[in-house]
């Protein structure tokens, strides 16, 4: 495991070391549409903390509701263009891999210089041709897509936080476009009844939507081959609908794998009665470097009732949705289907806060600004490394992931079920025979005086046990040290040993054991008044 | 002063006793528990002395006892309360051991018959008790201070060793009760010398955290050696008082025992170290994530309701005070701080209690675990300082884990917890602790009290006039 160190340089000291420190350049982003930003004021200011000085590109948080200003407050300087923030950086933070630049009209990979780092989403599977263009360059390059998603990766894990958001504005999305109230009702008016959702492919989106759907009152009910999520279905309030069927679809990396015929045969039926009842589907299946799977056909929409929403967050990936058009939003046949690919850019906001912590993470476990370098004996470093100082390094070797383990809160109490075995009937009789023949033996044999004593020594010992059990436990250091003081009530036996004989043994005894008694009597009491003054409300 | 006067005044002196005790039950009558028993005592003492001769001597003894008994109590620090309390209950075992001795050499009564073999047999057995309390508590107090190791000692092969003096001291019994002359005294001295060795290799093989149930059970056996000296000397006050003793130690160590899970049997006879090792670890998979003061202070700003867990660790870096100011802050901003005490947090029973009473906490927001567990789930943040085990969701949710079933502080329900502590060690169980690595975790390293004062800085910074927002 790695602990993050903390690494507490004062900002101040950035300052002074100002040739040393290593510059984060933070661009405005120039996809059509897109509004987040790498960096927020606040993930600006955590830079710092690192070591970093933070350049930020005019207007580019703009779309995120971040002014100039509001950097400039937490420390950055802005500048006016971007070809002289890449030109200034030495680590590149971005949101969309590179493309034509319009206002410079020059690619943005080729703004990349041999001794810069760029870190952005890359997608190196589905843009064979930008890895090459960016590997010609001869600088390094992390994609955000490449973390590995093991345990360890997880604060680093910009697939997850941003389909944490794209889930959530799945749902609202649905909601602003469907006719009808999520929540059900009986009012003066009339009965609204609430809107049924179904949720396909329970991941972390698949997630956020059942939580996003269930709290605006909506009955949920979600579907996905791995059988690992059903009590995280259950414990958002959902219901997990279940083939009957004996094949689980855990796949590596917390994603699902290809199921087989039989299975995807059931599946489909399962969806196409479904189709028929539910008023929204929202599907988030998706399988690594594959085509999303398809999973609700064309009939299927046919079956919806007029009026019905579909939500596609895999539109970008080929749609899971048959009818879906990637970016946009159709009617068809009076379902709408929404096939929006920029859903967490809607949430520019909270996306680019979220996405922003994701890169301070890795720019922390990079080394931070005064080791900052690339560790390729970092299993996390190095899958998210795709082109190292111009070599392409992508895929990484296979790692071994093991299948997510249910976390504590989610595992079943099993430890209550480890009750002791019951004991054998003649240990449980052991005791009291024991204590019988004890008694006998006693009875039989012991002269009169001790059984007065025994008699007395038994019942305070079970009057002892009642007294004490009353006790607060918030007092039993009080208490020990009370009954440390009167257990010197041995005093008296030493008392009554002195005689007036000061050089015989006896006196001599009882004199240092009145002494060690007189000890215990007063500091026991003492020390308890002074512990008992403390206590007050 | 007659016989009977002087019974009299033992049983209102074994009454004020039990009302005395009966008094700690609640906070509010513990004071005047106290002073019960200090009457109690002043009544048993004035009839003793009335019966007793050679005023002379007493009164060197009992002065020298008074002055070295003050000047302890008003000097020890709370956080040693748990040495202080081994060392009373040592005096308690040596002194009965000397009243055994010289109640061998002259007994108080002319017997007969039976009953002398009846009057040895409580001599060896007082003095076997006395002596094995003494030895004991010395160790306890050695390993408190850090004079020998507090890991658990095991000597090899001590299982035999131990049963193998228990059988010494068995048979020299024999010569004691039956011989004449020189050798049951010899009998006597030799026993109490391997009684001595016994008790110390039995507390030297305890450790750590299991020292609260060692100090409460030898707190135990002082009553016990009370009551044994009773039984030798015929007096029922002695008696009594001794079975209160003992109860009282033994309730406790059984609390101890059972915010453990643990048997009693399992506790004495062997280290944890030993189970821990033995079970394989459960390896724990994922990142902890680590914090600084700063967040932690905008979380209790935006936190409503604030529990703080306090362990051992809070104790070591004697952090009480720094936390009670930030308590009283906080309190101040109208937030919910209460605190969560498990029942094994410290070195003794309700030794957090006492450090906090120090620090001036309120007693009513000092709540233990079972009345506060059915709260976190709806608790905004809980601090917990330097505790570990005590903490641990495997308890409750790994069933092979060493501590699988030891009631804990489920401080994984809140939504968030901050964990101060020095690094990543296990703690004393020697078990992982998952909850560092759970999401909702934050890691503030460091020493408890540095991190305490920090928080503690910032948090009366920000709480003053805006001068300090303009400086910041």
Redesign the interface.
């Known amino acids: 495991?790695?602990?993050?160190?903390?690494q507490?340089t004062p900002v101040t000291a950035v300052a002074d070391a100002a040739p040393a420190a290593l510059k984060v350049g933070i661009p405005k982003e120039i996809f059509a549409g897109e509004r987040r930003v790498a960096a927020t004021p606040e993930t600006a200011k955590k830079l710092q903390k690192l070591g970093f000085e933070v350049l930020v590109e005019t207007q580019a948080g703009a779309g995120a509701s971040f002014t100039d200003s509001a950097y400039e407050a937490a420390g950055c300087a802005i500048v006016a263009d971007a070809a002289s923030l890449w030109e200034a950086a030495d680590v590149v933070l971005k949101v969309r891999s590179p493309q034509h630049h319009p206002t410079l009209d020059r690619h943005e990979a080729t703004l990349l210089r041999p001794d810069q780092t760029l870190v952005s989403f890359i997608w190196p599977a589905q843009n064979p041709e930008l890895l090459e263009q960016l590997a010609g360059q001869g600088g390094t390059v992390l994609a955000m897509d490449s973390v590995p998603r093991?345990?360890?990766a997880?604060?680093l894990d910009a697939l997850s936080s941003m389909a944490n958001i794209g889930g959530y504005r799945a749902v609202i999305e649905a909601a602003s476009r469907f006719g009808r109230c999520f929540t059900g009702q009986i009012t003066a008016a009339g009965k609204m009844p609430p809107a049924k959702v179904m949720v396909i492919g329970v991941g972390v989106a698949g997630l956020a939507a059942i939580g996003a759907a269930k709290s605006l009152g909506a009955i949920v009910k979600a579907f996905d081959t791995r059988l690992v999520v059903k009590e995280q279905v259950q414990s958002l309030g959902a219901e997990f609908l279940e083939l009957h069927f004996e094949e689980d679809g855990s796949g590596e990396g917390g994603y699902a794998k290809v199921m087989s015929p039989a299975f995807i045969a059931a599946e489909m039926a399962l969806f196409a009665q479904q189709a028929k009842d539910v008023d929204i589907i929202i599907t988030t299946a998706l399988i690594p470097g594959k085509k999303a799977p398809l999973l609700i056909t064309q009939e299927m929409v046919e079956s919806m009732k007029p009026g019905s929403v579909v939500v596609d967050l895999a539109a970008e990936q080929g749609g899971n949705c048959e009818v879906t058009q990637p970016g946009e939003v159709i009617d068809y046949n009076g379902v709408t289907i929404i096939g929006l690919t920029d859903l967490p850019s809607r949430m520019a906001s909270q996306a680019s806060q979220l996405y922003g912590n994701n890169l301070v993470h890795l720019l922390s476990d990079l080394g931070g600004a005064e080791k900052f370098g690339i560790d390729m004996e970092d299993q996390v470093i190095r899958a998210t490394t795709v082109i190292h100082n111009g070599q392409v390094t992508w895929p990484p070797p296979k790692i071994e992931a093991?299948a997510p383990?249910p976390?504590?809160?989610s595992?079943a109490?099993?430890?209550e079920?480890?009750a002791p075995a019951p004991k054998p009937w003649y240990s449980q009789l052991l005791w009291p025979v024991l204590i019988g023949l004890a008694c006998v033996a006693i009875g039989l044999?012991?002269?009169a005086?001790?059984m007065t004593?025994l008699t007395?020594?038994?019942l305070?010992?079970?009057?002892?046990?009642k007294?004490?059990?009353?006790?607060?436990?918030?007092?039993?250091?009080?208490?020990?040290?009370?009954?440390?003081?009167?257990?010197?009530?041995?005093?008296?036996?030493?008392?009554?040993?002195?005689?007036?004989?000061?050089a015989s043994?006896?006196?001599i005894?009882?004199?240092?054991?009145?002494?060690?008694?007189?000890?215990?009597?007063?500091?026991?009491?003492?020390?308890?008044?002074?512990?008992?003054?403390?206590?007050?409300? | 002063m007659t016989n009977n006067l002087v019974t009299t005044a033992y049983i209102v002196a074994s009454a004020l006793f039990i009302l005395s005790l009966a008094g700690l039950s609640q906070p509010e009558t513990a004071k005047r528990g106290n002073l019960l028993g200090i009457l109690g005592m002043a009544i048993a003492f004035a009839a003793t002395a009335a019966i007793s001769q050679g005023y002379p001597v007493q009164i060197g003894s009992i002065g020298l006892g008074v002055l070295i008994g003050v000047l302890a109590a008003s000097r020890v620090a709370m956080t040693d309360m748990p040495e202080m309390v081994a060392l009373l209950n040592s005096f308690v075992g040596l002194a009965a051991v000397l009243v055994g001795f010289a109640e061998y050499l002259q007994p108080s009564a002319a017997l007969s018959g039976g009953d002398v073999i009846v009057h040895r047999v409580e001599i060896y057995i007082g003095v076997f008790i006395g002596i094995v309390t003494f030895t004991g508590s010395m160790i306890a107090v050695a390993k408190l201070r850090g004079w020998v190791p507090s890991r658990a000692v095991l000597l090899p092969a001590r299982h035999v060793l131990t049963l193998g003096m228990l059988g010494a001291i068995a048979a020299l019994g024999f010569p004691f009760l039956t011989a004449t002359g020189d050798v049951p005294m010899i009998a006597l001295g030799a026993m109490t010398a391997i009684a001595g060795i016994f008790g110390i290799v039995i507390v030297m093989a305890i450790g750590g955290a299991d020292m609260a149930v060692v100090i409460s059970l030898l707190n135990s056996y002082s009553g016990l050696a009370s009551a044994a000296a009773g039984f030798m000397l015929n007096n029922d006050l002695l008696i009594i008082t001794g079975a209160l003793v003992g109860s009282s130690g033994a309730i406790l160590s059984y609390i101890m025992c059972k915010g453990m899970n643990r048997s009693f049997i399992n506790v004495v006879l062997g280290g944890f170290g030993e189970t821990a090792s033995g079970a394989a670890k459960t390896a724990i998979e994922g990142s902890a994530t680590s914090t600084n003061t700063g967040e932690v202070i905008d979380l209790l700003d935006s936190a409503q309701s604030v529990v703080i867990v306090p362990g051992y660790g809070m104790a070591v870096a004697q952090a009480q005070h720094a936390v009670a100011e930030i308590t009283r802050l906080l309190r101040s901003q109208g937030k919910q701080v209460r605190f969560g005490i498990h029942p094994v947090a410290g070195r003794m029973p309700g030794h957090m209690n006492v450090l906090l009473a120090e620090a001036n906490v309120p007693y009513d927001i000092v709540l233990e675990m079972d009345e506060i567990n059915d709260d976190l789930p709806s608790t905004d943040l809980v601090l917990v300082i330097g505790a570990n085990d005590t903490v641990n969701p495997s308890a409750k949710y790994d069933p092979g884990s060493p501590i699988a079933g030891m009631p804990v502080m489920e401080v994984w329900e809140a939504s968030t917890v901050v964990v101060l502590k020095r690094g990543m060690s296990s703690g004393y169980a020697g078990v992982e602790n998952p909850l560092f690595f759970n999401e909702n975790t934050l890691m503030l390293f460091g020493d408890a009290k540095t991190n305490v004062n920090g928080i503690l800085a910032q948090l009366s910074t920000t709480n003053a006039p805006a001068t300090a927002l303009a400086a910041a």
């Open positions: 495991m790695t602990i993050a160190a903390p507490e093991i345990s360890r997880q604060k093991p383990a976390s504590p809160s595992a109490p099993i430890a079920a480890t044999w012991a002269p005086s001790f004593h007395v020594f038994v305070a010992s079970f009057l002892g046990w007294v004490i059990w009353d006790v607060s436990p918030s007092l039993h250091t009080p208490l020990m040290s009370v009954t440390n003081a009167i257990s010197g009530i041995i005093i008296i036996g030493g008392m009554l040993q002195i005689s007036g004989n000061i043994p006896m006196t005894l009882g004199a240092i054991a009145l002494f060690l008694g007189t000890v215990n009597i007063a500091g026991g009491f003492m020390v308890s008044q002074r512990m008992l003054n403390m206590f007050h409300k």
